[in-house]
């Protein structure tokens, strides 16, 4: 029996509701160990709180299948929605083409029409000359050869007499293939104009047809959004409480590091180390950075894709349905970075890349994430779309990390 998508919620957030409840109690027994043992030295102060944030990290792990779940679902409504809008897009400008041809058939049919009428008013002139020939003819009679001949006193007269009869019956045939000749014109105009209407009817049912599926094409990606957003909130809310811990003792941690390197003491054991020169990227242009000899291949792999990329317009959705896309948005840039080093098998929203990975700063590659937004930094520089019309290079960070969670692949 089909599982409604109420149902479906229902049960997402009875399967979130004993993480949650775990995440709260393992977070109330974190604040009652931190109360009652306080750090003798910076140090020690660093341990207990990178051992705090090891546990709110693994309380984490009663989320991810769900999550994982959740992911592939949105990130598949991702790809649907962005490729019913391109299709929209599409629509739109097939509609834009074909009413043209409708205006240019309907000026055609007006001008026809016009020159109809001008036919018309030069038969009704031909005619009226070509009756009074007729009634002309008809009192006074045709001119005979022989007649012509007897009545002339002289050949001089005969011959003049003749020029003028050839005349009278040169205007009678002229008159009346003018007649004709109108007569076809007026037909013919009235089949192109036929033709025309018919061309017209045709366009017009064919725009009727094509509106009716673009508003289709909206009204199903309108609905495929709201889920969207429905899910992302649901998975949001119960990744909120983890999120705001782990953000503070991030702080907490980045604190004592700054105070311990203050006093001239090594760096706290976890601590990336920092790039030499020969294993940091080179900012070139927007379009591309230099690959460090000194980086390990997956990571130079994240930087050859990355450069592929960059500069392409920005696209919602982009990347999400497919890896290959003519844009990106901010995850799908980043995920297509990561897919390039053998990071990620599939592209993942920016919620899921902040549960991606490991958590913390890497040392070769760091993903900042959070419900909004994405950007990447990647041996030493910044991978973003903020800052440009898509997915461009900087030399430093665009965006702000205050707000963000970092991921970093295992390893790196």
Known sequence: MPVSPSTDRAATRKRLLPAATLVLAILGAIGAAAAGAPAETLQERFDQTQGKLDQVRQSQSS????????????DSM????????????????????????LDRATAKLEADRRRLARTRARLQRALSVLRDRLVAIYQTGSPDLLDLVLESESWSEMSARADYLNQIREYDNSVASRVKELRDQARAAVKRMTAVRLQIKQARDEIAVKEQEAAEARASAEARFGELKAAQAERRQALESLESREQALNTNLSSISEQIASTGAPAPSGTPAPLTPGESADYISESQASIPAGAPPAVQAAIEAANSIATTP????????????????????VSFALHGGGFLESPLDSTGLSTWGEPGAGRWITVYANAGHAWAIIAGLAFDTSGGAGPRWHPSPVSSTEGFIARHPPGY
Not at 317 to 332: A, K, L, R, T
């Open 314 to 333: 920005y696209i919602w959705g982009g990347g999400h349905g497919s890896f290959e896309s003519s844009g990106y948005d901010c995850s799908g840039a």
């Open 63 to 74: 989320l991810t299948a769900t999550i994982a779940e959740q992911n592939a679902a949105i």
């Open 78 to 101: 991702l790809g649907e929605v962005s490729r019913l809008r391109q299709e929209q897009a599409a629509i739109e400008a097939e509609l834009t083409a074909k009413q043209a041809e």
